[in-house]
T-cell receptor, first 115, second 110 residues
Framework: AQKVTQAQTEISVVEKEDVTLDCVYE???????LFWYKQPPSGELVFLIR??????QNEISGRYSWNFQKSTSSFNFTITASQVVDSAVYFC????????????FGQGTILTVHP | KAGVTQTPRYLIKTRGQQVTLSCSPI?????VSWYQQTPGQGLQFLFE???????NKGNFPGRFSGRQFSNSRSEMNVSTLELGDSALYLC?????????FGPGTRLLVL
């Protein structure tokens, strides 16, 4: 069975602060994929980043960066210099390499960025 | 490129009725997955279709069914609606491992 845990239910920050969203996962698959999605109030899930289990290189993309650590089964996501438009629910998700189409989601973290 | 589209966007039904939701994937995407999102259970996988074949199914009762057409468009059907079926239903399409989601259909069962 696969499991994704986002321990932070809600985070509140002031604009321009950096914020890190935590994600811990469980899987028995040797190949798997990790994702972060953003869900604004409109409801649509917006894809942000994907990481493959066989690639532990951490990267930065604009204001987004992520820290993938296989040893601790964690896939944390950081927004640098947060903006009000970043306010949304953020979901971490896991897909097993042998699982067709099934994403397992965490419970989500509500991020509120105050001006 | 147009994104994933879902129709209708909003739906109100009464208990016992049935409902059909539609999803048009991104052009060139042959895999379509469906999810149910509720405040209590979060995002849960319903099923996935590829080339008109269901390849994977989540843990939902048989009242939930789906199909995919030759143009990759997909429909899901819920029969004998229950109050607990009120949810946001999301579909996603993919060509590789990354799924791209549509805006969802909000279903309210009264």
């Amino acid at each position: 069975a696969q499991k994704v845990t986002q321990a932070q239910t809600e985070i509140s920050v002031v604009e321009k602060e950096d914020v890190t969203l935590d994600c811990v996962y469980e899987t028995r698959d040797t190949t798997y994929y990790l994702f972060w999605y953003k869900q604004p109030p409109s409801g649509e899930l917006v894809f942000l980043i994907r990481r493959n289990s066989f690639d532990e290189q951490n990267e930065i993309s604009g204001r987004y960066s992520w820290n993938f650590q296989k040893s601790t089964s964690s896939f944390n996501f950081t927004i640098t210099a947060s903006q009000v438009v970043d306010s949304a629910v953020y979901f971490c998700a896991l897909k097993g390499g042998t699982s067709y189409g099934k994403l397992t989601f965490g419970q989500g973290t509500i991020l509120t960025v105050h001006p | 490129k147009a994104g994933v589209t879902q129709t209708p966007r909003y739906l109100i039904k009464t208990r016992g009725q049935q409902v059909t939701l539609s999803c048009s994937p991104i052009s060139g995407h042959r895999s379509v997955s469906w999810y149910q999102q509720t405040p209590g259970q979060g995002l849960q996988f319903l099923f996935e279709y590829f080339s008109e074949t269901q390849r994977n199914k989540g843990n939902f009762p048989g009242r939930f069914s789906g199909r995919q057409f030759s143009n990759s468009r997909s429909e899901m059907n819920v029969s004998t609606l229950e109050l607990g079926d009120s949810a946001l239903y999301l579909c996603a399409s993919s060509r590789g491992e990354t799924q791209y989601f549509g805006p969802g259909t909000r279903l309210l069962v009264l």
